[in-house]
C-alpha cells in the first residue's frame, strides 16, 4: 500500500486527490505544522532528509517533490489516463505545465507570500514578486483562454499539480482579475475527487 506523509495545509493535498482518481489504495501519514513558525514538525526528517511534505512509499521506494510524485504514479498506475501519449505533441505541453507550476508558477507566489508574513518593507523583493506574479498569472490565465483544461480538454496530472497555484492565488484575492483562472478553478472544484481531497485535507488540517 502506499503511504503519503501529508502536512496539513501544503502542496500534499494535491497528491490526496491525485491518489483518489487513480483508484490507488494508499493510506495517509498525517503531520501537522507548529502553531507559533508554521513549518513542518522534526519528525518529518525521519521519512525524507528535507523534513518537507509531499513524500510517499511505495514498496521500498521513498519519493519526494509533488511533480516527481505526480509522474511516477501516473506513468506506474495510470494505464493511460491522466497524462498524454508520450509520443504527443500534448505530452510536451503536458511536461511543460508540470514543471511550470512547481517553479515559474510558485516562485513568485511564494515570495509575495513570505513577504506578506513578515511584514517589513522590502527594498526589492516585494516590488519583484508583484510584477512577477502578474507576468506569471497573466500567462497562465491567457494560455486558457477557450480551454476548459491544460491540455487535450481533459483532465490530467498538469492540472492538478496546477490546483495548489489556483488556490493561492484564490488566496490572495487575485482571482477576480484573471477571469479565465477563475473559471478553471470551477472546474476544477467541481470533479468528485477533488471534493474528496479537500474533505480528507479538513479531516487531518
Not at 503531520?31 to 510517499?56: Q, W
Not at 500534448?90 to 515570495?111: K, T
Not at 509575495?112 to 511584514?119: P, R
Not at 486558457?144 to 496546477?162: C, H, P, Q, S
Amino acid at each position: 500500500m502506499i503511504k503519503l506523509h501529508h502536512l496539513n495545509q501544503s502542496r500534499s493535498k494535491r497528491i490526496i486527490w491525485l491518489l483518489e482518481e487513480l483508484g490507488l489504495e494508499y493510506q495517509i501519514v498525517p503531520y501537522k505544522r507548529d502553531s507559533v513558525t508554521f513549518l513542518a514538525p522534526p519528525e518529518l526528517k525521519n521519512i525524507h532528509p528535507l523534513g518537507k511534505s509531499p513524500v510517499i512509499e511505495d514498496g521500498e521506494k521513498v519519493i519526494a517533490e509533488s511533480g516527481a510524485i505526480t509522474e511516477y504514479l501516473i506513468e506506474r498506475y495510470g494505464s493511460g489516463s491522466l497524462a498524454p501519449a508520450r509520443d504527443s505533441d500534448a505530452y510536451v505541453d503536458y511536461l511543460q505545465w508540470l514543471h511550470f507550476a512547481e517553479s515559474s508558477a510558485m516562485l513568485p507566489l511564494l515570495l509575495k507570500m513570505f513577504v506578506s508574513k513578515d511584514g517589513a518593507k522590502t527594498n526589492f523583493l516585494g516590488d519583484y514578486a508583484n510584477a512577477e506574479c502578474v507576468k506569471v498569472l497573466g500567462y497562465f490565465d491567457a494560455c486558457l483562454e477557450g480551454k476548459t483544461y491544460l491540455v487535450e480538454e481533459r483532465l490530467t496530472g498538469a492540472d492538478i499539480l496546477m490546483s495548489f497555484v489556483v488556490e493561492i492565488v484564490a488566496r490572495f484575492g487575485l482571482i477576480e482579475r484573471f477571469p479565465n483562472i477563475q473559471r478553471y478553478a470551477s472546474t476544477l472544484e467541481g470533479h468528485e475527487k477533488h471534493r474528496a481531497a479537500e474533505q480528507l485535507e479538513r479531516l487531518y488540517g
